[in-house]
C-alpha cells in the first residue's frame, strides 16, 4: 500500500484563487518532498521539507509538516493557470532513507 | 546544463518481445532510480543504484525484468517476454547522491506501449 496519499485526487480552481492539497503518510519519516508533473513530462522537484520543520515556503508555495498527524500540506497562492499540473508527495522511511515513496497525486486544473 | 535523458521517448513492440529502456543521468549524480507510472497513477519505484550496485530491487515486478549500470552513469531497463500489463511510463531519476535529502530530478520517461 502506498505510504503517501494525496487528498484530493482532483482540484479545479479559477485564476488567482488559493490550491491547497494534503499528504497523508502511514510511517515515521525524516524527509518530505513534493513534485509537480507536467502531462507528458517527468516530475520536477518543488520543495523539500524534513521531519523537524513545521513550515517552509518557496515564492507562492507553502509547506506545512504535521508530525504527529502525519500530514503534510502543500499550498499555492494566487494560482495561475500555468500551475495546471499533478502534484505528488513524496516519502522517506525513518528506517531507510535511501530511496523516496511517492503518493498518487493530486491532479490541479486551474482555469483563466 | 544537461537534464535527465531517456530514450527511446515512445517505443510499441509485440507481446513476447523484449525491450531495453535507457538512461543518461546528470553528470556527476552517483545515484539513479527506475520507477513506473500507469495512466493517472502514481509512481512505483523499481530500482536504486548506487554508483554501479543495486542495493535495492525490491521493486521489480518479475524475473523478466532486470537493470545494469555501467561506469557510473547509464543505465538500461529491460523487460524480457514483455507482457501488456508492462505498459506504462518508465522514468528515470538522478540526485547528487543517494539520500532522501536530495532532490530527485527525472527524465521525460519512456511510454512503453505492449500490442
Known amino acids: 500500500s502506498q505510504q503517501g496519499e494525496e487528498d484530493p485526487q482532483a482540484l479545479s480552481i479559477q485564476e488567482g484563487e488559493n490550491a491547497t492539497m494534503n499528504c497523508s503518510y502511514k510511517t515515521s519519516i525524516n524527509n518530505l518532498q513534493w513534485y509537480r508533473q507536467n502531462s507528458g513530462r517527468g516530475l520536477v522537484h518543488l520543495i523539500l521539507i524534513r521531519s523537524n520543520e513545521r513550515e517552509k515556503h518557496s515564492g507562492r508555495l507553502r509547506v506545512t509538516l504535521d508530525t504527529s498527524k502525519k500530514n503534510s500540506s502543500l499550498l499555492i497562492t494566487a494560482s495561475r493557470a500555468a500551475d495546471t499540473a499533478s502534484y505528488f508527495c513524496?516519502?522517506?522511511?525513518?528506517?531507510?532513507?535511501?530511496?523516496?515513496?511517492f503518493g498518487t497525486g493530486t491532479r490541479l486544473q486551474v482555469f483563466p | 546544463g544537461a537534464g535527465v535523458s531517456q530514450s527511446p521517448s515512445n517505443k510499441v513492440t509485440e507481446k513476447g518481445k523484449d525491450v531495453e529502456l535507457r538512461c543518461d543521468p546528470i553528470?556527476?549524480?552517483?545515484?539513479l532510480y527506475w520507477y513506473r507510472q500507469s495512466l493517472g497513477q502514481g509512481l512505483e519505484f523499481l530500482i536504486y543504484?548506487?554508483?554501479?550496485?543495486?542495493?535495492?530491487k525490491s521493486g521489480l515486478p518479475s524475473d523478466r525484468f532486470s537493470a545494469e549500470r555501467t561506469g557510473g552513469s547509464v543505465s538500461t531497463l529491460t523487460i524480457q517476454r514483455t507482457q501488456q500489463e508492462d505498459s506504462a511510463v518508465y522514468l528515470c531519476a538522478s540526485s547528487f547522491w543517494g539520500n532522501s535529502n536530495q532532490p530527485q530530478h527525472f527524465g521525460d520517461g519512456t511510454r512503453l506501449s505492449i500490442l
Open positions: 513524496a516519502t522517506d522511511l525513518s528506517y531507510n532513507t535511501d530511496k523516496l515513496i
Open positions: 543504484f548506487q554508483g554501479n550496485s543495486a542495493p535495492d
Open positions: 553528470s556527476g549524480h552517483t545515484a
